[in-house]
């Protein structure tokens, strides 16, 4: 199972990566981390109009949140989405991707990038401590609500 969550929000969205119809893509080892979801027949669009928890992931996109997560069940990992920019013309970039008008491939594919702002409390006390180095302060304060905040996120 696959979650994307936002508990700020109190948003979540599942998806059964095993459905015959998602196909998921985990690039976690790329030089920029990314994830692909593939839903054949769905048009996350026109469902999230429907759907509060899609509509508010859809809309944090362009947005610097670190508030959404990934979780993915099979290897017990979570992952913080970066959200910041979509579609920009480096590669890989957020991208969503509706494809209606072909009655072969229609669907919603989904690039999703992983923020570089880690979610285990080891790193980010890591960063904490090479930010006030850095004399990095704002950097440092967005860190350190991180690890005071990490216990509730991660349930």
Same mark, same amino acid.
């Given at each position: 199972?696959?979650?994307?969550?936002?508990?700020?929000?109190?948003?979540?969205?599942?998806?059964?990566?095993?459905?015959?119809?998602?196909?998921?893509?985990?690039?976690?080892?790329?030089?920029?981390?990314?994830? %692909?979801?593939?839903?054949?027949?769905?048009?996350?669009? /026109?469902?999230?109009?429907?759907?509060?928890?899609?509509?508010?992931?859809?809309?944090?996109?362009?947005?610097?949140?670190?508030?959404?997560?990934?979780?993915?069940?099979?290897?017990?990992?979570?992952?913080?989405?970066?959200?910041?920019?979509?579609?920009?013309?480096?590669?890989?970039?957020?991208?969503?991707?509706?494809?209606?008008?072909?009655?072969?491939?229609?669907?919603?594919?989904? /690039?999703?990038?992983?923020?570089?702002?880690? /979610?285990?409390?080891?790193?980010?006390?890591?960063?904490?401590?090479?930010?006030?180095?850095?004399?990095?302060?704002?950097?440092?304060?967005?860190?350190?609500?991180? %690890?005071?905040?990490?216990? /509730?996120?991660?349930?």
């Amino acid at each position: 199972m696959i979650k994307i969550f936002n508990k700020k929000q109190n948003s979540e969205i599942l998806i059964d990566e095993k459905a015959s119809w998602i196909q998921f893509t985990p690039r976690i080892y790329e030089d920029i981390p990314y994830i %692909i979801i593939e839903m054949k027949e769905f048009n996350l669009i /026109t469902h999230s109009t429907n759907c509060n928890d899609c509509k508010n992931f859809l809309n944090s996109f362009g947005n610097d949140s670190l508030d959404w997560y990934l979780y993915i069940s099979e290897s017990n990992k979570i992952y913080r989405l970066n959200t910041k920019e979509i579609g920009n013309k480096k590669y890989p970039s957020n991208e969503i991707k509706i494809t209606d008008l072909s009655d072969y491939e229609s669907g919603t594919k989904l /690039t999703l990038l992983i923020h570089k702002i880690p /979610t285990d409390k080891t790193e980010l006390i890591i960063l904490l401590n090479s930010a006030v180095e850095d004399e990095n302060y704002e950097e440092a304060c967005k860190i350190r609500d991180l %690890i005071n905040e990490i216990d /509730t996120i991660l349930m």
